[in-house]
Structures are given as structure tokens and as C-alpha cells.
């Protein structure tokens, strides 16, 4: 069974900082990201790394947030380290995995990040 479980979300004063978690397991990811989505916004790319190691991050989180892995197959964990967070970081941040023997990408159910004094 295919899964991808976050935590690590919760609500935080702003300038403070969180790391999301996100363990995967089920099949082999590659490509791995991080998306987030605000009260009515839409989805947005966070963060991603690929299989050969490059990371990108969004310009609006670019020198606050540093995506990183850790594989011990069969599991995977992904993590997103968010330092100086800002209300505008509030919102549900989802994990997301490509799964090259199913050719498809897998999502998580979301954590919730509420930065908020």
C-alpha cells in the first residue's frame, strides 16, 4: 500500500520556525516535493527534490526553507524545515511523490500550519 503521512504542522507565532515531515512508503518515489494551499488559493509549489538531489524552493519561501531527504528503503522521509515564518505561510502543506514503477503521483492528506500571534 502506497503512503505518504505528514505531521509536524501546528500553529506557531510569526518568526517562528517548523519542520514538516512526510514518511513514504509503498513503493520507490523519486521525485519528491512540497505544495501548499491557502484558504482560497490555489495549490502552490513549495519546495521539490529530485532523484539526483537537486532542490528548487518558491521564491516566496527562497532562504527561509530547505527541503531535505532521509532513505531507509522501504521507507522514505521527506522533510521541509521552515525557519522566520510569516502569516502568509499559514495554509495546508502537502507531500507529493512520483512513483516511477506506477507512473503516477501520490499525495498525502495535508498537515495544517497556522502562523498567527
Known amino acids: 500500500q502506497v503512503q505518504l503521512v505528514e505531521s509536524g504542522g501546528g500553529q506557531v507565532q510569526p518568526g517562528g520556525n517548523l519542520t514538516l515531515t512526510c514518511a513514504a512508503s509503498g513503493t520507490l518515489f523519486t521525485d519528491m516535493k512540497w505544495y501548499r494551499q491557502a484558504p482560497g488559493k490555489q495549490r502552490e509549489l513549495v519546495a521539490s527534490?529530485?532523484?539526483?538531489?537537486?532542490?528548487?524552493?518558491a521564491d516566496s519561501v527562497k532562504g527561509r526553507c530547505t527541503i531535505s531527504i532521509y532513505r531507509d528503503i522501504p521507507v522514505m522521509t521527506l522533510y521541509l524545515r521552515m525557519n522566520t515564518l510569516k502569516p502568509e505561510d499559514t495554509a495546508v502543506y502537502y507531500c507529493?511523490?512520483?512513483?516511477?514503477?506506477?507512473?503516477?503521483?501520490?499525495w498525502g492528506q495535508g498537515t495544517q500550519v497556522t502562523v498567527s500571534s
Open positions: 507529493q511523490g512520483y512513483s516511477v514503477l506506477q507512473d503516477r503521483d501520490y
Open positions: 527534490l529530485a532523484a539526483d538531489g537537486t532542490t528548487t524552493v
